[in-house]
C-alpha cells in the first residue's frame, strides 16, 4: 500500500454506543477502519453485537461517542448533510411510509441533492435515473407503483436509488434480510458488480456468511472483543472467523470456507 | 424505454372550471332570489336593477364565498402537511387537537376575559385579537404534539396522543366555561359552531394576507417534504435539514389553521378528508403537483358544503362545521373500508 492510496473510509480510535442525559451506554470501542475505495465490505457479527449502531455512526444518523470518522479524508463532523448526501447514500432496512410514488419518482428521489430548491429534474438527471434502473435491471418497472413490488424488486430499486445520488459510497444496513435465495445472490452479484465495474466502495451489514465469504472483497468481523478488519482471503487464512460466533454448535472450516455445526464429543 | 410523463394539466383544468362553477353557484344561492343574470352583472360591477341585490352579492355573498375558498384551501394544504410530517395517513389539523389549540386560544381571550380582567374584551372582539390568540394556541399544541412525535416514532401513539390534547384543551376550555358569564358563553358557542359569513372586507383582508404567508412558506419546503416521503432517514441522507423543514412546517400549519379557526371557527374534517380526495384523484405523491391541488379542491368541497349549509331559498343557515363533518367523516370510513390502505 503506498501513501498516495487515499482511505474513502477511515476511522481512528471509534467508540460507538448511545448516550442519554442518564447515562453512556458503549457498544463497541477503539475501532479503527482503513478501507480503500471500490472495495465490497461485508460487515458480519452475532445479532445484538453493534452492526447497526456502527452503520448508523458511520452515516452520521447518530453521533460517535469518541474518536473520529473521515470520510474521503474530511472528517464527518465537518460535513454537512448535504455534503454528506454527494459522498455516501443508503439503503435501509426501514419499511418506507405509505405513499404512491412511482418507480421512477422514488428513484429520482436520488437526485435531490443536486437540483435546484423545488426539485426540478434536468434532462441529465432523467438519464442518471434511467442509467440507475438500468444497471439494477428495473427499467420495466418505471411507472409502477412502489408499493405494487415484490421485496426482492423493491431492494433493486431501493439500489439504484443510492445509484441514483451518484456517490461513491454506498452502505446497505441487510439488504437481503426478506429475500429468498435466488433474490439474496441476484442482489450480492449485483452489487459485486457494482463495485468491480463502477469503482464504488460497497459496504453491507449481513448474516449470509457463505455469501459474504465468495464475493467480499474485505470482510469486518464485529465481536465482542472489537472490529477485525482485512481482505476476506487473509482473514480465512488466519482462521479468524473462528471468533465470530461465541458458540460451541459451531465452528468454521477452513478446509470447506465455511460454518459447520461442531460434531458433539 | 419511454417514461410515461403523466400530465396534470388536464386534471387542474377541469378542477379550475369546477371552481368557478361552484363559486358562481354558491353566490347564487340564499335566503333571497336573484337571477343569476343579475348577479353576474353585480360581480363585473355593471348596471343592476335592483340596488339591494347589488348590496347582498357584493356585501355578503361574495364576502362569504371568498371566505369558503381561502378556509378551504388553507385547511386542506395544513392536513396535507401534517400527513407528511407525521408520516400518518390520519393526521390532519382537528385530528391532531392543533384546531382544539387554536379554540383554547379563543376560549381564554373571549371567556377567560373576566379573569385578566379590563380591556381584554375590547381587544377580544377586534378580530387581529381572536387571530393572534387562536394562532398562539395552535401554535403551542402543535409544538406539543410534534415534541411528542420525535420521542414517540409509533404513528398510532402519535395519533392517540393528539387527540388527547384534544381532550386536554376541551377540559380546559370547559373549566373556563363554567366560570364565565352567559354572554360570554353565548359568544363563545357562536364562535364554535363555525361561521363563514360576517367577515368584512377588511377581515378578508387580514385572512387573506396570513394565508398568502403560510402558503408561501410552504413553497420552499416542496422539495425536502417529497424526500420525507421515503422516511425521515432517507430524507436526511438526502441533505434534508429534517429541523428546518419540521419548524417550517410547523409555523405554516399554525399560521394558516390558527388565523382561519379564528375567523371561521373550528372547521372539522376538511383537513384530513380533501388531502385523501386528492390524492385519490391525482394519484400522486408528489408534493409539487399536490399542493395546488389540494388548495384548490379544499376551496371546491368549502364552497359546496357552505351552499349546502345555506339552505338555498329558506331562511335559515346551518352550523358549517355540522355540514363539513356530515360529509367528512363517512368519506374517511369509505376510504378506510373500500381501499385496505389509504395513503
Known amino acids: 500500500m503506498t501513501a498516495s492510496n487515499k482511505h474513502i473510509i477511515k476511522t481512528s ?253 | 424505454m419511454i417514461l410515461k410523463q403523466k400530465n396534470y394539466h388536464k386534471t387542474f383544468i377541469y378542477l379550475a372550471i369546477s371552481l368557478v362553477i361552484f363559486f358562481i353557484l354558491n353566490v347564487s344561492l340564499g335566503s333571497v332570489f336573484i337571477p343569476l343574470k343579475q348577479i353576474i352583472i353585480a360581480l363585473f360591477d355593471g348596471k343592476i336593477e335592483n340596488e339591494a341585490w347589488k348590496t347582498i352579492v357584493l356585501n355578503y355573498r361574495l364576502p362569504k364565498a371568498i371566505t369558503a375558498i381561502i378556509v378551504g384551501s388553507g385547511l386542506s394544504i395544513s392536513g396535507l402537511l401534517m400527513q407528511t410530517l407525521f408520516r400518518n395517513p390520519l393526521a390532519g389539523p382537528f385530528v391532531l387537537g392543533i384546531s382544539s389549540g387554536a379554540s383554547l386560544g379563543v376560549a381564554i381571550l373571549i371567556l377567560g376575559a373576566s379573569f385578566l380582567g379590563i380591556n381584554t374584551l375590547a381587544f377580544a372582539f377586534s378580530n387581529w385579537g381572536l387571530a393572534l390568540a387562536a394562532s398562539l394556541g395552535s401554535f403551542l399544541v402543535l409544538s406539543a404534539v410534534l415534541l411528542a412525535a420525535i420521542k414517540v416514532r409509533n404513528t398510532m401513539s402519535i395519533l392517540i396522543i393528539g387527540l388527547m390534547f384534544g381532550s386536554l384543551t376541551a377540559a380546559l376550555i370547559s373549566v373556563l366555561a363554567y366560570f364565565s358569564s352567559a354572554s360570554q358563553l353565548q359568544q363563545y358557542l357562536f364562535w364554535s359552531f363555525g361561521s363563514l359569513g360576517n367577515l368584512s372586507w377588511k377581515e378578508i383582508g387580514a385572512l387573506f394576507t396570513i394565508f398568502c404567508l403560510g402558503v408561501f412558506l410552504v413553497i420552499f419546503i416542496i422539495k425536502p417534504l417529497n424526500s420525507l416521503l421515503l422516511g425521515e432517514n432517507y430524507a436526511k441522507s438526502l441533505g434534508v435539514n429534517i429541523k428546518l423543514t419540521r419548524n417550517i412546517t410547523l409555523i405554516s400549519t399554525s399560521l394558516l389553521t390558527g388565523v382561519i379557526t379564528a375567523f371561521s371557527g373550528p372547521i372539522a374534517f376538511i383537513g384530513l378528508a380533501v388531502p385523501h380526495l386528492t390524492k385519490l384523484l391525482f394519484k400522486t405523491s408528489n408534493h409539487k403537483i399536490l399542493i395546488p391541488a389540494v388548495a384548490i379542491s379544499g376551496a371546491i368541497i368549502m364552497l359546496i358544503c357552505d351552499s349546502i349549509a345555506q339552505l338555498p331559498n329558506s331562511e335559515y343557515t346551518l352550523p358549517i362545521n355540522a355540514i363539513t363533518s356530515l360529509f367528512g367523516a363517512p368519506i374517511i370510513i369509505w376510504l378506510l373500508i373500500r381501499k385496505r390502505k389509504i395513503y
Open chain 1, 13 to 265: 480510535n471509534l467508540t460507538i454506543g448511545y448516550s442519554t442525559k442518564k447515562k453512556v451506554t458503549t457498544i463497541a470501542s477503539n475501532l479503527n477502519i482503513n478501507l480503500e475505495a471500490g472495495n465490497l465490505v461485508c460487515l458480519l457479527g452475532e445479532n445484538g453485537i453493534g452492526k447497526s449502531t456502527l452503520l448508523r455512526t458511520l452515516t452520521k444518523v447518530q453521533p460517535a461517542l469518541n474518536g473520529a470518522i473521515f470520510i474521503e479524508e474530511t472528517n464527518l463532523k465537518d460535513l454537512s448533510n448535504l455534503d454528506l448526501s454527494k459522498k455516501l447514500s443508503l439503503v435501509l432496512t426501514e419499511k418506507l411510509p405509505e405513499s404512491s410514488l412511482t418507480v421512477f419518482e422514488l428513484v429520482a428521489l436520488g437526485r435531490q441533492p443536486y437540483t435546484n430548491w423545488i426539485g426540478q429534474l434536468s434532462t441529465k438527471d432523467v438519464e442518471i435515473i434511467q442509467l440507475a434502473l438500468k444497471q439494477t435491471n428495473t427499467l420495466h418497472l418505471t411507472n409502477a407503483k412502489y408499493y405494487e413490488l415484490s421485496d426482492g424488486q423493491l431492494q433493486k430499486v431501493l439500489i439504484a436509488r443510492a445509484l441514483a445520488q451518484n456517490t461513491s459510497i454506498i452502505i446497505l444496513d441487510e439488504p437481503t434480510a426478506h429475500l429468498d435465495i435466488h433474490h439474496t445472490i441476484e442482489t450480492f452479484t449485483l452489487l459485486k458488480e457494482l463495485a468491480t465495474k463502477f469503482g464504488k466502495t460497497i459496504i453491507i451489514s449481513t448474516h449470509e456468511i457463505n455469501l459474504a465469504l465468495q464475493l467480499a472483497d474485505e470482510l469486518w468481523l464485529m465481536t465482542s472483543q472489537g472490529l477485525t478488519s482485512g481482505k476476506t482471503s487473509k482473514l480465512i487464512e488466519t482462521n479468524q472467523l473462528n471468533s465470530l460466533f461465541n458458540s460451541e454448535l459451531i465452528h468454521f472450516d477452513k478446509s470447506l470456507k465455511q460454518f459447520t455445526i461442531s460434531k458433539s464429543k
